[in-house]
């Protein structure tokens, strides 16, 4: 994959739509997760016409602090899991990608208090729009060791969400989309909840 990678996603549509790109604006993925649903089922295809699944994430019970996401192929092969750290997640965004049943990598957010501050100030009108254009999250994607992997950073966009991934250290390209599809997830989840 060619980084730094783009998710964008349009804030007013029915459902959830994300868009990837590489550095070279080629379509890598195309993003599709449905609305009402209690068990979480993200289809993932390799363009905006949905015609070629090459992904599913789905969640292995209702809605849930600790739920499972689990990846699979249009084959139905299993690509591993990402799941939120249940209570150490309500201060700070923290999830695990699993492969094989064993945490492969951890996904934590930078600076915590940036989402404490942007959700008090995004309460207030004018400033909250304000503060949701500075206060940008970032979040880090490790292995257990601490060795830093990826980062993904929210960029200040208005009319849609929008954020960058950058690599930070060599990984295998197995990782680098088992990572790619936890951070999919996060996103999904953490906008969910503010």
Do not use: C
């Not at 990598?105 to 949701?132: Q, R």
């Not at 060795?147 to 960029?155: E, V």
């Amino acid at each position: 994959m060619q980084y730094p990678i783009e998710l964008r996603f349009k804030i007013l549509t029915f459902g959830q739509r994300i868009t990837v790109t590489d550095a070279s604006a080629n379509t890598l993925m195309f993003i599709k997760q449905k609305m009402f649903k209690l068990k979480e089922n993200v289809q993932i295809y390799s363009d905006s016409t949905q015609t070629n699944k090459i992904f599913q994430i789905a969640s292995d019970r209702i809605i849930d602090f600790s739920a499972n996401y689990d990846f699979t192929d249009a084959a139905g092969n299993d690509w591993g899991a990402v799941r939120r750290k249940g209570m150490r997640s309500l201060w700070s965004a923290h999830y695990e990608i699993m492969q094989d049943g064993k945490i492969d990598m951890t996904i934590s957010e930078e600076s915590p208090i940036k989402k404490v501050v942007e959700s008090l100030l995004g309460e207030i009108p004018i400033v909250g729009f304000v503060a949701a254009m500075l206060l940008n999250p970032s979040y880090i994607v490790s292995r257990p060791d601490g060795t830093p992997l990826l980062r993904l950073t929210k960029k200040p966009a208005v009319f849609e969400g929008m954020f960058t991934l950058d690599k930070l250290n060599e990984m295998p390209e197995d990782d680098e989309l088992r990572s790619l599809l936890g951070l999919i997830m996060m996103v999904l989840l953490e906008r969910g909840r503010g």
